[in-house]
């Protein structure tokens, strides 16, 4: 047993024996103690200055329309230039929004709407951060890494989603919201510096493209997933869970307090365990076996994120609700890593950049999933919100397993 752990310890975490990616990995995780400490400061300054609810939900969603503007084209250019330094120019710009905002409140110019328009700066520099951050991994990486290295950055991304609010929310209580803003800022800027590290060991093909029109390459980029089956497939599947498992959970602060009768303590307590869902979901694909077929596992963990919203249709019971909800996280954690290390295997080298922008499009249509869910949880009732969109989902797992066989047998 003791052997067997061990060698499910090392290929679960293989990909870090490389210094390049460890050093990448390493960026990553700076980078994101970060941006959701700022997720959590933001919030509460937004709160602080205005006291309205919806400022504060317009603010924190101010940096998807950019997202959705504006990724195809980070995709393109991750196509067209040295990835590394695309990942070094808007961490240093995020670092120096971040910095403005703090300046800003020390020296009270900050209102409600610079921080929107600072959310809606960082979430373009975050469009053509996260192409080129997503692209270059296959060039730290072998191929036959390349889940495990996806899985292992979904896993930081978790682990600092578990911890950053709340030390976001202690630096703001001892040291103020300027001072946070600084801390932060000090924060990407360190994940500037550790990027400086990271040696390339491949060069880009596409980079002998520079001399091609933007749009004509964006429209290309569109095309060539188009024409490629199992792309297209795998967006549609992404489509699908973005629209109900991901804007799903912007009903949970009134399933809390319709369905509970708890507040914020409650609410940030399923959160929670969705974050320690997707820990343990990230990590379980970081050490698949390179026989095991990743299509069935991709379907069945969106299968779970479909059976844990159906269960919160039903359940009255908070500690089974919290079961239910480390359960999505392991799904969505699953699909996610799965989806995205699916995708750049199945794009070649000249198109990876494209493919992974037109991937970034579902965190900026999170929020407009969430509007019917909403519309339909207020003419009926939550639980039929619920319902559906776990229905939805399990629909789609259901019809890609049927009419799409290929997916199974990647």
């Not at 899985?151 to 709340?166: F, I, V």
């Amino acid at each position: 047993m003791r052997v067997r752990g061990r060698s499910v310890a090392r290929r679960t975490f293989q990909s870090l024996g490389n210094s390049a990616y460890r050093r990448f990995w390493f960026s990553l995780i700076v980078l994101m103690a970060g941006v959701n400490m700022q997720m959590l400061a933001r919030g509460q300054l937004a709160w602080d200055l205005t006291n309205d609810t919806f400022m504060v939900a317009l603010v924190g969603s101010a940096f998807a329309p950019p997202i959705l503007i504006f990724s195809v084209f980070g995709g393109t250019f991750a196509d067209r230039w040295d990835r590394k330094k695309m990942i070094q120019y808007s961490q240093f710009a995020i670092s120096i929004v971040a910095g403005t905002v703090g300046v800003a409140i020390w020296q009270g110019w900050i209102s409600i709407w610079f921080l929107m328009v600072a959310g809606f700066a960082q979430g373009v520099c975050w469009s053509f951060m996260m192409p080129a951050r997503q692209s270059i991994i296959p060039q730290l990486v072998s191929k036959s890494e390349i889940t495990n290295a996806i899985a292992l950055s979904a896993s930081g991304m978790a682990l600092m989603t578990l911890s950053g609010p709340g030390l976001g929310g202690l630096a703001y209580a001892w040291l103020g919201p300027a001072n946070t803003y600084f801390l932060i800022t000090g924060l990407m800027l360190i994940a500037f510096v550790m990027m400086a590290g990271v040696k390339i060991t491949g060069e880009a093909a596409a980079l002998k493209r520079r001399q091609e029109a933007v749009l004509k390459e964006v429209w290309e980029g569109l095309q060539y997933s188009a024409r490629n089956r199992t792309i297209l497939i795998l967006f549609v599947l992404l489509l699908a869970t973005t629209m109900t498992s991901m804007s799903f959970r912007s009903l949970m602060p009134a399933q809390v307090e319709i369905i509970f009768g708890g507040g914020p303590r409650q609410l940030g307590i399923l959160m929670s365990m969705i974050g320690v869902g997707a820990l343990l979901g990230s990590l379980f694909i970081a050490g698949l076996t390179e026989n095991m077929r990743r299509g069935v596992v991709l379907l069945a963990a969106t299968g779970l994120s479909a059976a844990a919203i159906l269960v919160s249709t039903f359940v009255s019971i908070f500690f089974i609700a919290m079961i239910a909800m480390m359960v999505l996280g392991l799904g969505d954690a699953g699909r996610r890593s799965l989806n995205a290390a699916m995708l750049m295997e199945q794009a070649d080298e000249e198109h990876r950049g494209r493919v992974m922008g037109i991937y970034m499009l579902n965190f900026g249509l999170t929020p407009i999933g969430a509007i019917p869910l909403g519309i339909l949880a207020e003419a009926t009732d939550i639980r039929v919100a619920f319902a559906v969109a776990g229905c939805v989902l399990a629909a789609a797992v259901l019809l890609t397993w049927v009419l799409t066989p290929r997916i199974r047998r990647l």
